[in-house]
Structure formats: structure tokens, C-alpha cells
């Protein structure tokens, strides 16, 4: 399974980003895909991740970004509203193919991140 991330890019505060990764190879062995993000100095961390259908949140994030995913072309989607400052980070999308995908050392493959800058 290959992932090609794509989307980021500069954004003022306030406005919206929509990212999408196109997963390519063996995609229908896919079960789980995430969206995590890495921002200078700091640790990856969890965005949103969607198992089927059902998806799951950090709370930084709640209410104001949602993880989509359309099965027909292999693709997830993070759409990003409202974006802060503090959301500013590459950010990399994962796929597994185990219904046990807790943390990003769970996942199996990912996509060379994207850049998200959101300007104040």
C-alpha cells in the first residue's frame, strides 16, 4: 500500500483546509486510517482516525475538523475548519490493516506528511 498525502498549506487563522490521501496497492486491506500530525519540537499526535465508519477524535480538534473517507477511490480526507495557530504541523496520514491500530506504531503504512501552516 502506497499513501500520497496532499491539501496543505498556508492558511490565516480562521479559515479551512481540506487534505486528502489517496492510497494506492492493496487499499481493500485497509481497516483503519488516521490522520496524525507533528509539529516542531513535539511528538506525533493523533488527529482523527476512522475505522469503517465510525471515527474518533483528539480533542483539540472536536467540532471543528472531520475524517471522511470514500471507499470508491481509495481515498481519507481531513476537512479542517476554523484552524488555529496551534494546529500549524506536518501532518501525515496512516493506514493499517489491524482492527488493533491504537497508536502510530500500530500503523502500517503512511504518506510523506503535508505541510499546514496557519498564520495568526
Known amino acids: 500500500v502506497q499513501l500520497q498525502a496532499s491539501g496543505g498549506g498556508l492558511v490565516q487563522a480562521g479559515g479551512s483546509l481540506r487534505l486528502s490521501c489517496a492510497a494506492s496497492g492493496s487499499s481493500l486491506s485497509i481497516i483503519v486510517m488516521g490522520w496524525y500530525r507533528q509539529a516542531p519540537g513535539k511528538q506525533r499526535e493523533l488527529v482523527a482516525d476512522?475505522?469503517?465508519?465510525?471515527?474518533n477524535y483528539a480533542n483539540s480538534v472536536k467540532g471543528r475538523f472531520t475524517i471522511s473517507r470514500d471507499n470508491a477511490k481509495n481515498t481519507a480526507y481531513l476537512q479542517m475548519n476554523s484552524l488555529k495557530s496551534d494546529d500549524t504541523a506536518v501532518y501525515y496520514c496512516g493506514a493499517s490493516t489491524s482492527y488493533s491500530t491504537n497508536y502510530a506504531r500500530d500503523y502500517k503504512y503512511w504518506g510523506q506528511g503535508t505541510l499546514v501552516t496557519v498564520s495568526s
Open positions: 476512522i475505522v469503517r465508519g465510525d471515527t
